[in-house]
Nanobody, 115 residues
Framework: QVQLVESGGGLVQPGGSLRLSCAASRITFRINSMGWYRQLPGKGRELVARIFSAGSTNYADSVKGRFTISRDNANNMVYLQMNSLKPEDTAVYYC?????????WGQGTQVTVSS
């Protein structure tokens, strides 16, 4: 069974930066995409950023220019560099994997942006 383990969440002041990491294990087929979603308090889960097997990416409009997704193919890892963080970025961030066209989710990591 594929497993995803996230790290890097925490408390940061507005304007600060955080880097999230996600490691995928027990990968047996092609990874179609890896990405990050977030769930704000009282709201549904939304796409933050995604990177596809060919390297293309897409981002939510609210994070363009501030967040950068990257991937280490050799180690099946995905990263989310978050800069210029705002209080409205406060959420639980989930790693997402599309593997052999099946979806997998990490356990979530809390990001809190507050002074």
């Amino acid at each position: 069974q594929v497993q995803l383990v996230e790290s890097g969440g925490g408390l940061v002041q507005p304007g600060g930066s955080l880097r999230l990491s996600c490691a995928a294990s027990r990968i047996t087929f092609r990874i179609n995409s890896m990405g990050w979603y977030r769930q704000l308090p009282g709201k549904g889960r939304e796409l933050v950023a995604r990177i596809f097997s060919a390297g293309s990416t897409n981002y939510a409009d609210s994070v363009k220019g501030r967040f950068t997704i990257s991937r280490d193919n050799a180690n099946n890892m995905v990263y989310l560099q978050m800069n210029s963080l705002k209080p409205e970025d406060t959420a639980v961030y989930y790693c997402h994997l599309l593997h052999n066209w099946q979806e997998y989710w990490g356990q979530g990591t809390q990001v809190t942006v507050s002074s």
